[in-house]
């Protein structure tokens, strides 16, 4: 079979070579897959930033869907066509997150899908909707799961307003989620297109943080007192105007770290303790909390946004994720 490699750091460096189809042993199912989505972490894992002493080489990216073509003994919840995809943290099977749960993480800590077959344990897959295609569904393991999550982190009820930082993938899902619950959705992004692709999802209201870069002032004349709930994917360059974007006893969920490690100015303390904020990181979640998304997936006939490409192209794909073009997930077909 074929399996995209890192050999060595770098998007260039990534190279396509020859494995041998692995075989399922006990408890274990091999997946012919199909379609796999990138996240930023695929990217920065590929360029040797997320994980600086990742064990080489590795087969990258955590979110594939595909087919199930042959069981291992001992096997009972699958048999050979089901349609499934894998989850994020093939330790994390339910209940709260522990040091122990999250390791083997698909892409990282473990080689990941972005391969012809994969062999994952039978609890490390959960059956995908019946109305997407496996590109569709190649989206939902890691960027649908966090929304969900973040959502939730944010008890977000009918009412609501919710703020989501740009147009990539856990974004539009917590647009998406947020609406599915009744919610008000307000977003920043650099691109009046992207914001006007946004609102034919449902965003209530969008402002171009490039043309306004005190966006939380913003969101403070849209709201009069805030925010209910922000879904955070920018990191330290962003977390202190979504402090002051946030209502009172509202709630960041800390996704992602797109803008770096270090604050463009400095956090804010006292905004945490005067509108006693709270600031809960999300780190995907559960098969138990993928099964569950799955059933409001399924009922609302949600379906991801996105673009596809062949697989074969993928370092141009990574590259189209660096330069942040793209809108919603960057799916790869695997033919």
């Given at each position: 079979m074929q399996v995209w490699q890192i050999g060595s750091f770098g998007v260039e ?20 897959i199909h379609a796999i989505s990138l996240n930023f972490r695929d990217l920065m ?205 509202g709630t960041i969920a800390q996704v992602g770290v797109l803008t770096g490690a ?74």
């Open positions: 460096k990534l190279e396509l070579v020859e494995r041998a189809t692995p075989e399922p042993g006990f408890g274990e199912v091999l997946v012919k894992m590929v360029k040797g930033l997320y994980n600086p002493r990742l064990k080489l080489p590795r087969i990258p990216c955590s979110d594939g869907a595909g087919e199930v073509v042959a069981v291992g003994a001992g096997v009972t919840q699958w048999k050979t066509g089901d349609r499934v995809a894998g989850i994020f943290m093939q330790r994390w099977i339910d209940g709260p997150a522990t040091p122990e749960k999250i390791k083997g993480a698909l892409g990282g800590d473990i080689d990941g899908v972005l391969a012809e077959y994969v062999v994952l344990s039978e609890n490390g897959v959960v059956e995908i909707p019946e109305h997407l295609s496996y590109q569709e569904a190649a989206t939902l393991p890691c960027a649908a799961v966090t929304a969900w999550n973040a959502l939730a982190a944010g008890d977000v009820r009918p009412g609501a307003t919710v703020l989501v930082q740009g147009t990539g993938g856990v974004s539009l899902f917590a647009l998406q989620f947020a609406r599915l619950k009744g919610a008000r959705v307000l977003g920043v992004s650099s691109s009046d297109e992207k914001l006007a692709q946004a609102r034919r999802l449902g965003l209530d209201a969008g402002v171009n943080y490039k043309d306004t870069p005190e966006w939380d002032r913003w969101v403070m004349d849209e709201t009069g007192e805030g925010v209910d709930l922000i879904v955070e994917v920018g990191g330290a360059g962003t977390l202190p105007r979504s402090l002051r974007a946030l209502k009172m006893g270090e604050p463009a100015e400095p956090l804010p303390v006292p905004a945490i303790l005067h509108k006693q904020a709270r600031l809960r990181g999300i780190y995907v979640g559960s098969r138990q909390d993928f099964i569950e998304m799955n059933k409001a997936v399924s009922l609302a006939q949600l379906r991801p946004v996105g673009e596809d490409f062949p697989w074969t192209v993928a370092r141009e794909v990574l590259a189209r994720m660096e330069s942040g073009a793209h809108f919603g997930k960057l799916v790869m077909t695997v033919a």
